[in-house]
């Protein structure tokens, strides 16, 4: 039997397995044979790449499906026998919740608590502690529908959370939220767990928050490869994690993508102007290997030991167990010329009004061939709105906008044709097959004939969906669907591709074979657009800019960027005053935000001191 600890488990389960038959006949073990805990009292995190078996072990613990062999008991009850006593002392929050949004804050949470059976006494006091804890108090009548991402997440913790629980189940409740409002969801988790007392089990893409947790269960294909304490997961990459300086003349990106997948190297990732990086064999005594045992790919390149962190020890645990390969670069038939002067985009006013709404207000940027820009910002900050224009989706109220020389607002058709875009919920039909869907979009970017041909040949090569051709769009891993949104996005090989949260919900190493595939892009001339809300991507950029209530409110390169941050003693430095961890994007993405926030709420304030 799993242990953890001296708590009695909450969630027990014992051999337990659940498979799936595609609609191609394929049969897909989604959990093969696990044993695993959560303890009462207890934050547990569930952490694996896509298609690990995540949402389907929480199905099964949340009574929603049936396992085909194995014991799952939750609150002491058999899960097969009895799924509706479980459903009635559980909270659930699906990835996908449920929210109304032709209703209003109140009345989703009225409808919730109806299904359960909530009295109203008890909705007169739980209520107020629910928007308390959620800041939604003042947002009781907006519908739904007008919330942002962050706040309608609230609001479906909120609504999960109108009965009082023995257990809460969250499936990757911060997918799709920014920086600020996943610190908000996450500071009310774990009140729930350290004021409460709550059990939570929860699944999660960004493994910082697995390193929040008193218990991670690591998973993959169906299989346990860790369970324990976090730094039981973070020992893994003792003695193996270095930063490497990039040589002169190269960036950070540059030296990533060579490093990323050499031999004797596990994972290379971008992080304040150098790679972070885990090497294959451990140095002794966590000291500099000797040259001579450096992998080749580090010659003449200056390392230096840092301290292994929750994510490295989980890719080292993901490369010993699967020996899955990064993916390759991609290569266009008929590369760009680059130059690097040249503008491509250029923005300047520009202004979006929906009614008397100001969702752009007077943003102005430009964007040159070849560089990576990111466009970021929280959730409602006015990015999609943006892109859109720039795309030719929407038009624009004001300013001036030139997309590969093309005035965007007197000739969106035009613009069009040269430019790729990948939206944040992947523009795929579901229904149709994979091969269906790259049939569609060769015919809706007029490639004919051979070289209509040619290109679906390239883009099933090149995104390795060859074993997935007959399979339903719909139906594909989220590591794949991303895959071959980005592949439908390629294939008429634009100048321009815009990418708006195209990593949103990817595990970590759909995440690098993505970047990946984009800097190779980049180095042959392709201009990139990216929003994104993993704030460590923005290290990918050459330059990036922060939105914030439709305008622009910092832009420079990440460094630039990185200077803007707020060190915070309990955080970032020991007792004595040494710096035990650098401000990193993520912290002064908070720190530029806020400030701006806080200087707008001071100004409405004073003004109406004045009036």
Known sequence: MPTTGDKPPVLWARELRKTFRRDTGEIVSAIDGISVSAAEGMLTALVGPDGAGKTTLMRLAAGLMTADSGELKVLGIDASADPAQIQARIGYMPQRFGLYEDLTVRENLNLYADLHGVAPSERRERYPRLMEMTALAAFTHRLAGRLSGGMKQKLGLACTLVRSPELLLLDEPTVGVDPLSRRELWSIILQLVHDQNLTVLVSTSYLDEADRCEHAIVLNQGKVLAEGPPAQVTAAAEGRTFLADPPAGQTARDLQARLLGAPGIIDAVPEGGRVRLVLDAAAADERLPKEEDLPKALSRVKIHAAKARFEDGFMVLLRRSSGEQVAGTLSFDRPLERHDDQPVIEVHDLVRMFGSFTAVDHVSFDVRRGEIFGLLGPNGAGKTTTFRMLCGLLAASGGTLRVAGVDVRSARASARQRIGYVAQKYSLYGQLSVSDNLEFFASAYGLRGRRRRDRIDWAIEQFELGSFAGLASGQLPGGYKQRLAMAAALLHEPEILFLDEPTSGADPLARRDFWRRITSLAAQGVTVIVTTHFMEE????????????????????????????????????DRTGQTVREPNMEDAFIAIVEDSRHAESRDVGEAGGAA
């Open 538 to 573: 923005a290290e990918y950029c050459d330059r990036v800019a922060i939105m914030d209530t439709g305008r622009i409110l910092a832009q420079g390169s990440p460094a630039e960027i990185r200077s803007r941050a707020k060190p915070e003693p309990a955080r970032d430095q």
